[in-house]
């Protein structure tokens, strides 16, 4: 036998070569969309689309600030993602905006929402 017959011939096709280019980046995404996810029990930050974040992490933005922790932030309160406000309990549009739902006054206002009476809920 020569050495000859013994070699392996690798043929790539441009296909293999565009399927390890796509594993090799949606790696790259992964591993950097879970670093940037923060873990459990870690303080809370508003929340930013991946857009947004990339935009911080590679210094085109700026984050935006924690908003001022105000009133009880357990109590259940009604959001209203059309307008932006949330309604405390015994408001008029309590559980009545379309397409509004509970949440804690706290994740309304890292959500950027701000009451509709002006003043938080205590």
Known sequence: MSLRHL??????HRADFYLVLAIIV???????VLSATPAPG???KPRLRLWERALISIGLAEAPE?????GN???S????????L???????????????????QREAQLDQFEPAGRVPCE
Request: aromatic fraction near 14%; hydrophobic fraction near 40%; glycine fraction near 8%.
């Open 7 to 12: 070699r392996l011939k690798l043929r790539f």
């Open 26 to 32: 949606s790696t790259f995404v992964m591993v950097w």
């Open 42 to 44: 870690a303080q809370h």
């Open 66 to 70: 924690a908003p001022a922790r105000r």
């Open 73 to 75: 932030p357990n109590i």
């Open 77 to 84: 309160v009604w959001v209203d993602p059309k307008t932006a």
């Open 86 to 104: 949330y309604y405390c309990a015994g408001e008029e549009l309590y559980g009545k905006a379309p397409g509004g739902h509970l949440a804690t």
